[in-house]
């Protein structure tokens, strides 16, 4: 398997290798994970993997998530959020901070292109579809927490740690119970 890095593709090895590295540490001290963390817990089925607490300091977890005090995104299909709302079918939603989305939204001045590989979408899948930007202006008021990798949005492609190969940050919260007074939806004109 290919994994996206950087606007390209890396394989897994490498990939592996430039997440360890992000923050230039793998020690569990600082909250970076090594190599050889990252391949255990991936190897671990879904649904069985450990919860964050088990391997990041609360010190790292408190940074990454302290990134989302100004509110959280998502970005996903009109139609998927009209036919099953605002989550997954477990109820939660991936979600980045508002100001990583902000400036993903700034830097693609409205290129599908650059939005989609930004995304990690298809080549082309923004000509038929239409992007929906989920804002929640308090996602701790959610259970934001980092991702264990057991969520029904976590695909092969996840990585522990809260961070993705390319810098940006993730998170999840559980959205799927939440009042629509919870969160703002506006469609993005490309």
Known sequence: ???????????KDEWL???ALV???????????????IEEITSIPKGSRPDPSEYLSPEYQEEILSQFDEGASRFMTKGNLEKYGP????????????????????SAAGDKRTIEDALGLPENFLNDNELVRVDIAEPRSLGLRIPSGNEAGANEFWMPGGKLPDGNTEAVID????????????????
């Open 17 to 19: 290798e430039q997440k």
């Open 23 to 37: 923050g230039g540490a793998t020690s569990q001290s600082s909250g970076y994970l090594s190599k050889s963390t």
């Open 175 to 190: 959205l799927g119970s939440a009042s629509p007074d919870k969160y703002t939806r506006t469609p993005l004109k490309l």
């Open 87 to 106: 989550a997954q079918r477990d109820g939660t939603s991936f979600v980045m901070p508002k100001a990583e989305a902000d400036r993903l939204l700034e």
């Open 1 to 11: 398997n290919d994994y996206r890095a950087n606007g390209g593709w890396l394989a």
